[in-house]
């Protein structure tokens, strides 16, 4: 059992990494959109007394200005009686991980899977110094997890990681962790992704660094289970509350065709999120974490 501190977490976060990866859980990083959603979260997080993260994404900040966000999910945070981690995912511009960093958010991802190798070490060194000077944890990817949809972009190349690659960015970055890509695909709207244990265990020889799948709505169930005694130590969940929501609020529609109250239209939807995101953290192994 954690005993929940008392002040802002990090580096607990930080701290409940490591522990994730030696005492067999994993936990969800979940993408959210609004207040609506976060909440939500927190509260799905507070009924089965686990951690939780929330990641703002580039779509995210597109709709509210990075500073709302770190105000919006600290004001969470203050309310909630679980750790909340506030995230800043998949970012490429480290002038925006600045201002994330000096709002509040508690951890960034750095993005430079598109960059050749050594270009990736040396923006990732550069973020590390950058947000650990400001006591914000940083998560970084080696290899390229793929888009099952193009929403990379249609350059965007996809690619395993490589193990020795892996051991090689985690000592030279300083990274406190790490995402990998062995099988896991983003946006996938059915749970088929085929995920490479051999390799996620070669990868492991390689560093300590916790290890973070992203693309995690594609994985099943029994997969997820599986990553419970490895060196992962969060999953990203996004389209799988994205599809939770939105498909119930097309049935919402189609039952009142004539409602125009979010209110009440978002009732159900929003259950609907809060019911996924408890499914998944107990399936993760969460529960109880937090007493
Ligand atoms: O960074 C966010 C995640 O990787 C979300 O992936 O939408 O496929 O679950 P997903
Ligand atoms: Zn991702």
């Not at 040396?122 to 193009?150: K, N, P």
């Not at 709505?217 to 990553?227: R, V």
């Not at 979010?262 to 009732?267: D, I, M, Q, V």
Request: proline residues 4%; contains cysteine.
């Amino acid at each position: 059992m954690l005993t929940l501190p008392k002040n802002k977490f990090q580096p607990f976060f930080t701290d409940l990494m490591v522990k994730a990866v030696h005492e067999n859980h994993v936990f969800a990083g979940f993408n959210v959109f609004s207040l609506d959603d976060a909440y939500e979260i927190v509260k799905a997080a507070e009924q089965i007394g686990a951690p939780v993260m929330l990641m703002v994404n580039k779509l995210a900040v597109g709709l509210y200005p990075i500073e709302i966000w770190a105000d919006t999910l600290n004001m969470l945070t203050r309310h909630a009686s679980v750790p909340v981690c506030a995230h800043l995912d998949h970012t490429t511009d480290i002038g925006v991980i600045e201002r994330a960093c000096k709002a509040g958010f508690d951890s960034v991802m750095f993005d430079g899977s598109q960059l050749p190798l050594e270009e990736n070490i040396a923006q990732t060194r550069q973020v590390v110094a950058l947000a650990h000077g400001l006591g914000v944890a940083v998560e970084a990817e080696i290899g390229a997890v793929g888009y099952s949809d193009g929403a990379g972009g249609k350059d965007y190349k996809a690619a395993m990681t490589d193990p020795k690659e892996a051991g090689r960015f985690a000592r030279e970055t300083g990274v406190d962790w790490m995402a990998v890509s062995v099988g896991n695909v983003h946006r996938m709207e059915t749970q088929d992704a085929v995920i490479d244990f051999d390799l996620l265990c070669r990868i492991e020889r390689e560093t300590d660094v916790p290890l973070v799948l992203h693309g995690s709505t594609g994985i099943k169930d029994a997969d997820m289970e599986k990553l419970l005694p490895t060196h992962v130590c969060k999953v990203n969940i996004g389209t799988a509350l994205r599809m939770a929501f939105g498909n119930t609020l097309r049935g919402e529609f189609e039952k009142n065709p004539k409602a125009f109250d979010r209110t009440e239209l978002f009732a159900k939807p929003l259950q609907m999120v809060r019911e996924e995101a408890e499914k998944k953290m107990t399936m993760l192994g969460c529960k109880g974490l937090i007493g």
